[in-house]
């Protein structure tokens, strides 16, 4: 969508990559919260939790026959480069390759620490029943998904490197405070409140995650490029947020994690000062 939107416009139509990714998540806690509502906590343990891992199984069959649908969109002049899509052509940009695993680890860590892993928080942390906690981010992730499209809108007009800036910096002010606060609320209002603030924050990455990483690279190496080190950063960062956290907790260090959180974000910020000024790297 990105690649074939009108100039101005690309932020906007870009966002859309993570409302998907967000819609995924909200149908999934969803789910969670159904089941919560029908299933006793007894059947949710003993056989209700392997209903959510069958949907997936089926859903990603239907992803998969739909993948091979999809014709390749890529130019055949591009292909024919003799460094399309090859390691030499990624190290000849591999500047571009290590600010974006600088950016991603920064964002995907924020994203994964205030969806997947904060309902666990607010459970365990702050001592909510978990089907509170279940419908605190249910409505949570209803909003961030519709806020998408208005910050990719806004980074169109402001810039693509102003927007990481805001992540960046407001992340690195904001993380410590936000967790903090969460630890001592008693309001299921409040705790939404706090959350979307942290949601807000993250959206500044997550709106423009997929235009920005693009821009970044020539056509004959950007799948390479975006691909790789997006999954490398995610993996390493993003997906390992609940673990990480969850293991400091157990080893009595839970605040260790809002800094390191709050340290990722402060490197998402320093990279982000050697974007270009205008936002507008490789033109797509």
Known sequence: ?????????????????????????????????????????????????????????????????????????????????????????????????????????????????????????????????????????????FVFMLIQPLIGALSDKIGRRTSMLIFGGMSALCTVPILTALQHVSSPYAAFALVMLAMVIVSFYTSISGILKAEMFPAQVRALGVGLSYAVANALFGGSAEYVALSLKSWGSETTFFWYVTIMGALAFIVSLMLHRKGKGIRL
């Not at 993570?18 to 029908?38: D, H, K, S």
């Not at 392997?50 to 649908?69: E, Y």
């Open 1 to 141: 969508m990105s690649e074939i939107a009108l100039e101005g416009r690309k932020g906007f139509y870009a966002s859309f990559q993570y409302v998907t990714l967000i819609g995924g998540q909200l149908l999934a806690i969803l789910v969670v919260v159904i089941l919560q509502q029908i299933l006793t906590d007894s059947q949710l343990h003993e056989w209700g939790w392997r209903i959510p891992f069958a949907m997936g199984a089926a859903l990603a069959i239907v992803a998969l026959w739909l993948r091979r649908q999809l014709d390749e969109t890529s130019q055949k002049e591009v292909r024919a480069l003799k460094e399309a899509g090859s390691f030499k052509g990624l190290w000849r940009n591999r500047k571009a390759f290590l600010m974006v695993l600088g950016f991603t680890a920064g964002g995907s860590l924020s994203f994964y620490t205030f969806t997947t892993y904060m309902q666990k928080y607010l459970v365990n942390t702050t001592g909510m029943h978990a089907n509170v906690a279940s419908v605190i981010m249910t409505a949570a992730l």
